[in-house]
């Protein structure tokens, strides 16, 4: 059930800047108000251009504030005031202009003026097109800022407004939503105690007794995982296969080496664990007959017969009890949401994690990571990329609040 009311007695100031992409500001508004914030909304003038301070005075429940006066008769929005009330102030989108501005305390408009007399937290989420954003005026201001504590919501990649593609779209609102949660909320110990069982790794299915079928995990984002859970106080059991990183610590290692091992491992601890993360890349297909010699290079081709191996987590979900959790994850190429969608369905699943690989930057033996979020019980949001660790401490985060309470 999702637990609501994450932000009660938050005040939440969010500044929008001019861009396309404050349309879809609103969103985010009802993201946070959901949760219980208060939203107090600041719009620079050109930010009118891109959506109405109509709707995000109805959305917020307050009056938008752009100027410094009210009206003619000298009543004014107090930035120092404004300044104080936040709790925490994010800028959505913010644009190369208003970067510099805040880079060289130039305090022209109400926002900018506010986040001068601010003592809370403050967020940047950029939105421009990617020439914009790979300026070395704007990196460099950037830099300036985050030294002095603004925190930077990383721009993602995608089709601009401009009609190029690259790095330069607003991060979207689900994943400004939920670096708020992560930065602003303590963690709540949701794990303490509980059992979780986590798989990582690929697993290598013999052709011989020297060449086997594998795939490219390194168990890199699958130990992440186990690390963070470990952090919120989880006992957790990894099971995994290859893998080239570092064994986590403060867990029980189950080394496996196919598929079928991995089943009979995780058969025998599936039963006494609360949740299922099976992060591991488990070989789809495994050779019919394996040769007890090894095969000699002598025709110029051969064949080899494959049958599938076990479907690990349909053997696991199907049998679980109403108390247990399981959380699959799907790498996909195409069609990744109706894919990652059906397995969700037909696996019994409470929760999939889709990784795509069509970001070359992110993925197998990478250092970053991006993925998107579906529950059983429609609750859906993206991770942008970042680096694995804390896209790891993200998602179990993430999950606690919309999946697991």
């Known amino acids: 059930m999702l637990r609501k009311n994450r932000f009660n007695n938050k005040?939440?100031?969010?500044?929008?800047?001019?861009?396309?992409?404050?349309y879809k500001i609103p969103h985010l508004v009802r993201l946070l108000k959901k949760e219980g914030a208060e939203v107090q909304i600041l719009m620079t003038e050109s930010a009118k251009n891109f959506v109405t301070p109509q709707t995000l005075s109805v959305l917020s429940e307050r009056p938008v504030l752009i100027n410094f006066f009210q009206?003619?008769?000298?009543?004014?929005?107090?930035?120092?005031?404004?300044?104080l009330w936040a709790d925490a102030i994010v800028i959505?989108?913010?644009?190369?202009?208003?970067?510099?501005?805040?880079?060289?305390?130039?305090?022209?408009?109400?926002?900018?003026?506010?986040?001068?007399?601010?003592?809370?937290?403050?967020?940047?989420?950029?939105?421009?097109?990617?020439?914009?954003w790979e300026h070395a005026s704007t990196q460099e201001?950037?830099?300036?800022?985050?030294?002095?504590?603004?925190?930077?919501?990383?721009?993602?990649?995608?089709?601009?407004?401009?009609?190029?593609?690259?790095?330069?779209?607003?991060?979207?609102?689900?994943?400004i939503f939920n670096t708020l949660v992560h930065d602003l909320l303590p963690p709540d110990n949701y794990f303490s105690g509980k059992k979780v069982l986590v798989t990582a790794g690929g697993t290598r299915e013999s052709i011989d007794p020297v060449r086997f079928i594998g795939n490219h995990s390194s168990g890199k984002m699958g130990f992440a995982i186990?690390?963070?859970?470990?952090?919120?106080?989880?006992?957790?059991?990894?099971?995994y296969g290859s893998v080239s990183e570092k064994l986590p610590k403060n867990c029980i290692h189950y080394p496996v080496v196919s598929a079928e091992e991995m089943l009979?491992?995780?058969?025998?601890?599936?039963?006494?664990?609360?949740?299922?993360?099976m992060v591991a890349a488990v070989a789809d297909y495994q050779v019919q007959t394996i040769s007890s010699q090894k095969i000699k290079k002598t025709d110029a081709a051969f064949a080899l017969e494959l049958v599938k191996t076990p479907d690990i987590l349909t053997l696991l979900s199907?049998?679980?009890?109403?108390?247990?959790?399981?959380?699959?994850?799907?790498?996909?190429?195409?069609n990744e949401q109706a894919n990652a969608l059906a397995k969700l369905k037909n696996k019994n699943l409470d929760c999939i994690v889709l990784n795509s690989l069509n970001n070359p930057n992110v993925g197998f033996g990478k250092e970053s990571h991006e993925?998107?979020?579906?529950c059983k019980n429609g609750n859906t949001w993206s991770i942008p990329a970042q680096h694995k660790s804390t896209l790891a401490e993200t998602l179990i985060n993430t999950l606690s609040v919309w999946l697991l309470k």
């Open 371 to 374: 993925v998107d979020v579906f």
């Open 318 to 334: 199907g049998n679980k009890a109403p108390h247990q959790i399981c959380i699959g994850f799907a790498l996909e190429t195409e």
């Open 71 to 83: 009206n003619d008769l000298g009543e004014w929005n107090n930035h120092i005031d404004l300044g």
């Open 141 to 175: 201001n950037v830099g300036t800022l985050q030294k002095r504590g603004i925190r930077l919501i990383e721009p993602t990649e995608g089709f601009l407004a401009s009609g190029l593609e690259g790095k330069g779209r607003m991060a979207e609102p689900e994943a």
């Open 264 to 277: 009979e491992t995780c058969k025998g601890l599936f039963a006494d664990c609360s949740i299922l993360m």
């Open 92 to 132: 959505a989108p913010a644009g190369a202009n208003t970067l510099a501005k805040m880079t060289h305390g130039i305090c022209d408009n109400l926002l900018l003026s506010v986040i001068l007399s601010a003592r809370c937290p403050i967020w940047v989420a950029p939105a421009m097109d990617l020439d914009m």
């Open 226 to 239: 186990a690390e963070a859970l470990i952090a919120c106080g989880a006992e957790v059991s990894l099971v």
């Open 11 to 22: 005040k939440i100031i969010v500044g929008v800047s001019g861009g396309i992409a404050a």
